[in-house]
């Protein structure tokens, strides 16, 4: 085998073991939707603690304790 073949192949997070142009799609549309994924959790994380920081910032406002809290 090919060092440089092997050297590849420790170093990569997905080995495929066949030449077979089906299980060549198949990883990369699993990658994609692994990728899609990750893109709709971080938007999701994003609005949530957007949305928690203006709630917070609102109440504190209205409660009148934004500049008089205790640390």
Same mark, same amino acid.
């Given at each position: $085998?090919? *060092?440089v073949l092997q050297v590849a192949k420790e170093n990569a997070d997905? &080995? *495929? $073991? /066949? /030449?077979n142009f089906t299980t060549i799609v198949k990883v990369a549309r699993? %990658?994609?939707s &692994?990728? *899609?994924n990750i893109q709709k959790f971080v938007q999701f994380q994003l609005t949530v603690?957007?949305?928690a920081? $203006? *709630?917070?910032?609102i109440s504190a406002c209205i409660s009148g304790e934004f500049f008089? %809290?205790?640390f």
């Open positions: $085998m090919n *060092i997905v &080995v *495929i $073991m /066949d /030449d699993w %990658g994609r &692994v990728y *899609i603690n957007v949305v920081l $203006m *709630i917070n910032f008089h %809290g205790t």
